[in-house]
């Protein structure tokens, strides 16, 4: 487990894209009246996920690892998680919001998605903080909340190269 976490850490020297799930926030999906854009209708990062959101952050920085862009879904746990990550860095990128709630976007969102990663180039490493359900659908990983799927282009296909452990 751990050679293929350092693998993982090595591949972002080299740029690549990681796939984070937010940060800890307690329960599963979402109240019956969410709304995006109201905080107080969604499930929310608590206190331990936004001390896992920082450290999250600390630790690429540690790494010596260089962020070209911090993406985000339009749900607040996503962007507090990325913003308590790498503040000041965060776009929000609806093409990474969840489909949980309502599976039939599934396909779409993860073509818009997938059409995004592979687009990539740099400089530095593509950091999206998204849902279980859109790294599920495009890596087939179930991961925790605030692990990390890291990826590289291999031509037109996405390859998972390890997993960072929250």
Not at 108 to 122: D, K, N
Not at 143 to 163: D, M, T
């Amino acid at each position: 487990m751990a050679a293929a976490e350092d693998a993982a850490w090595q591949a972002l020297h080299e740029g690549g894209v990681v796939l984070l799930r937010h940060a800890n926030a307690p329960g599963g999906g979402d109240p019956p009246d969410m709304r995006l854009g109201d905080c107080a209708t969604q499930r929310n990062l608590d206190s331990a996920g936004r001390e896992q959101a920082r450290r999250i952050g600390a630790s690429f920085r540690a790494a010596g690892v260089a962020i070209g862009t911090v993406l985000a879904s339009e749900w607040c746990r996503t962007a507090e998680t990325a913003e308590l990550a790498f503040p000041g860095r965060v776009v929000v990128e609806p093409a990474f919001n969840s489909f949980f709630g309502n599976p039939a976007d599934g396909a779409a969102r993860t073509a818009a998605a997938r059409a995004i990663l592979l687009g990539w180039r740099g400089p530095g490493v593509l950091f999206v903080s998204t849902h279980q359900v859109n790294i599920t659908a495009l890596t087939g990983i179930v991961p925790a909340s605030g692990e990390g799927v890291v990826l590289r282009r291999e031509g037109g296909a996405l390859v998972v190269v390890g997993r960072i452990r929250p």
